[in-house]
């Protein structure tokens, strides 16, 4: 143990000596933007959820999660017996009209001759060829019906309706689908967008915003390609919707968490704040601070920061006054031994 504390000793020492003098800045004070930062969420383009049309057990599931698929490859099939029977219906539906239809026009045509020699009277003449207009029509009904049944039939095999990629699945092997009711997710990937709840009452700011901008989960800045306010208020959550398109190549998913940032400008009735650089501040957790140079050392002191504009600089709310000096260099001025760049060792 003695000897644990001596190397400790001995670590501190070095890294006191080694620590050099860190560069300091002084608190200044400029115009403040009305802009402001809210969380979004990515959201595809162009996504489905995909839904069964007929109701049947679910034989089997030929994607799942993640996979690629083309538009018209099979996602699922769903039990046919039911629909192949009601198939097999119509096309018995359909013979038999047929042949109704055959016996209206012999039986028309014999009529007619009748009617020629005298044997019947018109009006035996006028009820065939009603019964044949009937046969007619009962066998366009009968084609219809069949028509409708093999479209049933095919509703069988779910497919998919354009290429992507498949986000989730929502039943599996053996599971009751049900018409309308969703089989899977899917989303056309590169062409995403941000969405964001804008507050009402900031609506104005954030139409005013010249370069708004979305801040990637790698810490990234991006500008959007086009941006569309929805016009309607939600009237419980009083705010508005915004979609941002992003640039193609963001390597995102929809469902990740983002920043978007509207900046609006300053104007001259605009109050103005302190600000420090980005890299004067120390942030642990919840805890935000700058070490602030006195009497020739760092001493750490919380601040209260506001939203960081387009530029290095962070506004300081609270914790700092004007003219103070702060370590430009938060990381180096938390090493043991670190002193303000001027000040006397």
């Known amino acids: 143990m003695k000897h644990v504390a001596w190397l400790a000793s001995m670590w501190l020492g070095c890294a006191a000596a080694m620590a050099a003098p860190v560069p300091t800045v002084t608190v200044g004070s400029s ?39 083309h538009a018209g490859q099979l996602l699922a099939r769903i039990d046919a017996r039911n629909t192949s029977a009601g198939l097999l219906q119509s096309d018995a539906a359909v013979a038999q009209a047929e042949a109704q239809l055959q ?11 009748l009617r020629q020699q005298g044997f019947v009277s018109q009006s035996v003449v006028d009820q065939a060829d009603t019964s044949l207009k009937a046969a007619q029509a009962a066998l366009d009904q009968a084609r219809g019906a069949r028509s409708q049944a093999a479209l049933a039939r095919g509703f069988a095999d779910v497919s998919a309706p354009f290429d992507g990629v498949v986000q989730a699945t929502l039943v599996d092997t053996g599971d009751l689908a049900a018409a309308g009711v ?40 991006v500008s959007p390609v086009q941006r ?105 001025a938390g090493l043991a031994g670190a002193t303000p760049a001027g000040a006397a060792r």
């Open 31 to 69: 115009p403040a933007g009305a802009g402001f930062e809210l969380d979004g969420t990515v959201e595809a383009l162009r996504q489905a959820t995909v839904a069964a049309q007929v109701a049947g057990n679910v034989t089997s599931l030929a994607v799942k999660a993640g996979d690629r698929v």
């Open 103 to 113: 016996n209206a026009k012999l039986n028309a045509q014999r009529q007619r001759e």
């Open 182 to 221: 969703g089989v899977v997710t899917m989303y056309a990937p590169g062409a995403l967008r941000a969405v964001v709840q804008v507050p009402a009452s900031r609506a104005a700011l954030a139409r005013a915003a010249t370069h708004p901008e979305v801040r990637l989960p790698d810490g990234r800045w």
């Open 228 to 332: 569309t306010e929805l016009p309607a208020t939600d009237p419980v959550a009083q705010t508005v919707e915004w979609r941002l398109d992003l640039p193609t190549g963001t390597s995102l998913s929809p469902g990740q968490s983002l920043r978007v940032r509207f900046d609006a400008p300053a104007s001259a009735a605009t109050p103005a704040v302190l600000s420090v650089p980005a890299a004067a501040v120390l942030r642990r957790g919840e805890l935000e601070a700058v070490y602030v140079a006195r009497q020739g050392q760092f001493v750490l002191r919380s601040v209260r920061l506001g939203t960081s504009g387009p530029g290095q600089q962070v506004p300081v709310l609270a914790g700092l006054k004007a003219g103070e000096q702060v370590a430009a260099d938060a990381v180096q």
